[in-house]
């Protein structure tokens, strides 16, 4: 059983910074595509950064690109979202997401998910 477990929302200043933890546990993901998504209220969930966790190319979205890092720690098996530069236009939950096998940018694409971090920038 796959499990995602988000931490390090809150809340900051515009221009500030804020780490997201992404803890995975219960399968071995070197073939798995891992990605960070962001819904705001009355909105689709959003493609952020996606990578495989076998390494490769990482994508981001042109609204984080240069600002937002996605990175993973083998040892600990926990992928990150490095967050700068911060904006209220980035204000939302946060997701992480995983699914065996190839890249995709679409939400419907992944099969586990965890349960979310709020994420508010104020101006």
């Known amino acids: 059983q796959v499990q995602l477990v988000e931490s390090g929302g809150g809340l900051v200043q515009a221009g500030g910074s804020l780490r997201l933890s992404c803890a995975a546990s219960g399968r071995t993901f070197s073939n798995y595509a891992m990605g960070w998504f962001r819904q705001t209220p009355g909105k689709e969930r959003e493609f952020v950064a996606i990578?495989?966790?076998?390494?490769?190319?990482?994508y981001y979205s042109n609204s984080v690109k240069g600002r937002f890092t996605i990175s993973r720690d083998n040892a600990k098996n926990t992928v990150y979202l490095q967050m700068n530069s911060l904006k209220p236009e980035d204000t939302a939950v946060y997701y992480c997401a995983a699914r065996s096998g190839s890249l995709y940018y679409t939400d419907k694409s992944y099969d586990y998910w965890g349960q979310g971090t709020q994420v508010t920038v104020s101006s």
């Open positions: 990578f495989r966790w076998s390494g490769g190319s990482t």
